[in-house]
Every structure is written in C-alpha cells, then in structure tokens.
C-alpha cells in the first residue's frame, strides 16, 4: 500500500505546476484525498479535499481561486494543479487519503489513514 507523489519542482512566481499522487497496493475509489504542505518551520497545512462519493472539493483560503484538485479513480491518481504561484507556496507537499469518507471534507491530517512521501515545491521570486 504506497502513495507516491511527483510534479514538484522549481518554478517562477506566477508559473504554475502539476502535483500527482498516484496510488498502489489499494484502490482510490473509496478514498477521501486530500493535500497538504508544510514549510521549513511552520506546521503542516491542509489545502485541498476532495470527497470520495460526489467528488466535493474544498480549498483553504490560501490556495483558494488558484489550485485545483481533482481525481481519476480510473488512473487511481489525485491531483493538484497549481497556478499563480508565489514565494509563499514554497513547501513540502504532501497527499493523504481517507479510507469510506462518505463524501465528507476533512481538514485535519489526524483523519487520515495513508500519506505519500512528499514532493518539494520552490517558487522564486
């Protein structure tokens, strides 16, 4: 059971990336998703879910109006794509899932069953 995360990367501010997390060992469908990020030194951060039923997504207000997630549980893949990038964004980003969410929202990392090794993201200035 492994969920490996990829598309990170150096990129300009105002650039863009696409983060993947894809999935062995199990199978996403029945899976709440989400990501996270952490930044030297601060906490780790929820930005992003995505409901396992309806596919319901919700954005901190961080991230809001500029990154997208979305799933294809065909792929077993989740993703993140991430635009208008600023210094701010720089982190380790990280993504979770949530075995039977029953098409819920969870924003603590606390609620969730499996994580991926992380993908560093640097935006310049």
Known sequence: VQLQASGGGLVQAGGSLRLLCAASGFNLE???LAWFRQAPG????WISCISDIRGA???ADSVKGRFT???DNAENTVYLQM????PEDTAVYYCAAKLYGSDLIFHFASSYNYWGQGTQVTVSS
Do not use: F, H, M
Request: aromatic residues 18%; positive net charge.
């Open 69 to 71: 997630i979305s799933r």
């Open 42 to 45: 601060k906490q780790r951060e």
């Open 57 to 59: 997504t919700s954005y």
């Open 83 to 86: 635009n208008s990038l600023n």
């Open 30 to 32: 029945y899976y709440a």
